[in-house]
């Protein structure tokens, strides 16, 4: 199974953003979908998880500016992210919790995409 992420950049602040992350290879089901970000000398965090019925939430500093969602057909999950700010500068990571079979489930990771917010 891959992870491809896609649609970072570099972005004035107020600006937007769209991520996207596809999912292929064996995959019987995909459970939780979600955005993580790492910043330079700061651990990675949570951004937004969306589970397989549509539930989401959000780390507070981007509730009301970051909208996840997926495309289930698609094995696909999004991060629209407007009003950017400087610190929302970061590798953004998509992650997928994939069942091969109904009973077996694991953890797969994109390999990370570059967002960078000017001032």
């Known amino acids: 199974v891959q992870l491809q992420a896609s649609g970072g950049g570099l972005v004035e602040a107020g600006g937007s953003l769209r991520l996207s992350c596809v999912a292929s290879?064996?995959?019987?089901?995909?459970?939780?979908m979600a955005w993580y970000r790492q910043a330079p000398g700061k651990e990675r965090e949570l951004v937004a998880r969306?589970?397989?019925?549509?539930?989401?939430n959000y780390e507070e500093s981007v509730k009301g500016r970051f909208t996840i969602s997926r495309d289930n057909a698609k094995n696909s999950v999004y991060l629209q992210m407007n009003n950017l700010k400087p610190e929302d500068t970061a590798v953004y990571y998509c992650?997928?919790?994939?069942?091969?079979?109904?009973?077996?489930?694991?953890?797969?990771w994109g390999q990370g995409t570059q967002v960078t917010v000017s001032s």
């Open positions: 969306i589970t397989s019925g549509g539930s989401m």
């Open positions: 290879g064996n995959i019987f089901s995909i459970d939780d």
């Open positions: 992650y997928a919790a994939i069942r091969h079979s109904r009973n077996y489930q694991y953890d797969y």
